[in-house]
């Protein structure tokens, strides 16, 4: 071939289109080593800021996490945290505690709109403003002229200055009634409805309280003084009763609020077209409260898991374990203990003596329209073995001897991964919950609590070799002298017998105990009205497991909380040997 040839061969030359093809397909890669570069910079710039932001949500996710709490959780793990310090067949130690309800559990984080706030310190001032500039838009700001209670001026004073003096004193105001004159002129009685933030449950109370007013800058009207908790009386709601020669005597005010009468089945076809689960009475009858409301739970758990109604007797009996002769009291009502209202309207619950009333009047023996029965004499027969039962009534018996006749042994075993035992349904009674309100109100909820536990503990020295010495009258001024401040108001939740046991504390500060408000549960007292009305006019003694509650609760509400087993005494709360069960 060629010189010639070759040259215009198509695969030579520098001219040719191949070459020109291969030059071009080699720049590239030259010019493509920078870029590469940067994208492997790029990718690891990208994969070390992912590092880092993963790191910094490990560290705050590790800093602010809490492990649940139990009590602020559902019922299964309320029971489970329970069923820890509980026994799980037989309650041996005399019991005089009082077991967390429905209410000192947080059930819900949704805030009812009758338990929001009226009002806060910045609204009420706004009020205030608005309401004596109205005044001065229609010129009725007159200073000498006499107080109208009906003045939106005196609300709106109210208002401001409550938003401004509970504000620290974990006190919510729901809603305010309008202010009626005073006994003086320049007074005015208001009452509202509040809630304590201290008490899980969304309960209202109310208080109604006197003061006297004065004009100030502008048209505003200033407070100059306040009555204590419920000093104005005016403004209460009381109701009248008729009497042989009075026909208007005044009776002690009741809460309008509680409604605890008994539902009722309104017919027989009503009757059977309902399913019930009854409980007849087992070996839990006059035992301790708390094994009452382990076991009455398990019956309310086990009605739910079938669907059915609970067929409840209000009749209680009052163990030794709550009474000062150590005798147990029959003849008690659920109701005076516990919130019924609540209960009914948390849970499908029958009175028992209504139940049997309409069973007996309502059966047939025969046919169509008999009332269907099964019969359950053991508790081994477990909820699951029931869950299809069509029967009108489940029936159990709890035949036996103690413990096998509990009813709380219903849960036990399989049956507890199913049973939920319904803590929620279960509120202390609002008629002592109002005597707690009264109490703490009357110190202006500014008050520090010192709980001491004395009693068979402290005579026990086997099982609390120290509790009697740590919780002498020297022991204790020496003790809670160093963590409350001087000249506090002092509650102290007891149950040591003796009043004057802790009159050394009483040079060291306002010390309060509850035999100072007798008077809340007195025969003049809206307990007393509330309670003798249940009983068909029968006195009801205060006992001693009120006293628990009422005193355990003002404790709760306390700000600084001096507990036995925590500061006073080196001993465990269950004995000897069991601070790290």
Known sequence: MSSSDQDDAPDGGEDSPLFRRRAQGSSPGVADVPVTQSLIKAASNVCFSLFVLAVLVVTVVAVTYQPPDPWLQSSAAITTSLSRVLPNSTFLVPDDSLLPTGEDFNSSSTVPPRARADTNQDDAAAAVAAASAAAAANGTCDPDAPLNCSDPRVLAAVKAFNAKAFFRKSIVFLSYEAPVPGPKPGQCDVAWRFRNRREKSWRRYRDFRRFSLTSGDGCALEIV???????????????????????????????????????????????????????????????????????????????????????????????????????????????????????????????????????????????????????????????????????????????????????????????????????????????????????????????????????????????????????????????????????????????????????????????????????????????????????????VPFDEYMRVIVDTEVFYRSKTQVETFNNLTRDCKDGINTCNL
């Open 225 to 539: 003084k306040v009555g204590k908790f419920r000093s104005g009386t005016n403004a209460a709601r009381r109701t009248y009763r008729k009497g042989p020669k009075n026909p208007k005597v005044v009776a002690p005010p009741v809460d309008p609020e509680i409604n605890d009468t008994i539902p009722v089945v309104g017919s027989e076809a009503e009757f059977k077209k309902g399913k019930y689960l009854y409980y007849m009475r087992g070996g839990d009858h006059c035992k301790s409260m708390n094994q009452f409301i382990w076991s009455f739970l398990c019956g309310l758990g086990e009605a739910k898991f079938l669907n059915r109604t609970f067929v409840m007797d209000l009749n209680m009996c009052l163990s030794g374990a709550h009474t000062v002769d150590g005798k147990d009291v029959d003849g008690k009502d659920f109701r005076y203990y516990f919130d019924f209202e609540h209960l009914k309207e948390s849970v499908s619950v029958v009175e028992e003596g209504d139940f049997l009333k309409d069973w007996k009047r309502w059966d047939k023996k025969k046919g169509p329209g008999r009332i269907t029965v099964r019969k359950v004499p053991l508790y081994k027969v477990t909820p699951m073995q029931l869950k299809r039962e069509k029967s009108n009534i489940i029936w159990r018996q709890f035949v036996g001897q103690e413990p096998e006749n509990y009813w709380y042994r219903v849960c036990e075993g399989r049956a507890a991964k199913v049973i939920q035992r319904p803590w929620y349904a279960i509120w202390k009674s609002k008629r002592l919950m109002n005597i707690v309100t009264e109490i703490a109100g009357r110190m202006d909820w500014d008050y520090d609590g010192l709980h001491v536990v004395r009693g068979w503990k402290a005579q026990n020295k086997q099982m609390y070799p120290n509790l009697d010495a740590d919780t002498s009258p020297d022991a204790i001024v020496n003790k809670v002298t160093k963590l409350i401040k001087p000249m506090r108001n002092l509650y102290i939740a007891t149950n040591e017998p003796f009043y004057n046991y802790f009159d050394k504390l009483r040079s060291h500060f306002h010390v309060h105990l509850l035999d100072d408000y007798k008077q809340l549960w007195s025969n003049t007292s809206e307990w007393y009205n509330e309670t003798t009305a249940l009983s068909g006019g029968k006195q």
